[in-house]
């Protein structure tokens, strides 16, 4: 009797490792691995003019904003610098820091000639003596 319990118990033990792993795999059928994926950085940083008002340098912001409804950009974030303990190698000199990201440089290649894009850049560009672009790619 107890012998029977025991290859019961273990039948059904294996049933629901079986069924539990078949489930727990199914989730993650179409999930690709992030090894080997490349991701697209594309950081702006901009020197707002000095004559500039407050009104006027917090409408910039509009800039970004407006850039974040664009295709292909992801994780669009904006910024003014930190505040940061002063350093030999911290530039605090810029304005605003616009930092997003692309699946693809042929996305990011896109979206730099949108018409939105351009006409966002040709709006916002009496605001800024200086602009800096870095695009990075990171595996």
């Known amino acids: 009797m107890e012998r029977r319990k025991f290859l019961f118990r273990s039948i059904q033990a294996s049933a629901f490792l079986l069924i539990s ?3 727990f795999a199914s989730m993650f059928t179409n999930v690709k691995p992030l090894k ?3 991701v697209y950085a594309h950081n702006l940083f901009f020197w707002l003019r000095k004559d500039l008002s407050a009104t ?3 409408n910039f912001e509009k800039f970004f904003e407006g850039l974040k409804k664009l295709p292909y950009q992801k994780n669009l974030c904006y910024g003014v610098p930190a505040g940061s303990s002063p350093r030999a190698v911290l530039d605090s000199t810029y304005t605003y820091n616009c930092a997003m ?3 693809s440089l042929e ?3 896109a979206y730099g000639k949108l018409p939105e894009h351009l006409a966002l850049v040709q709006q916002y560009k009496p605001f800024f003596e200086k602009m800096l672009v870095y695009d990075t790619v990171y595996n």
Do not use: I, S
């Open 21 to 23: 792993g078949n489930m």
């Open 36 to 38: 080997n994926k490349k």
């Open 56 to 58: 006027e340098v917090k």
């Open 101 to 103: 990201q692309f699946d």
């Open 107 to 109: 996305e990011l290649e």
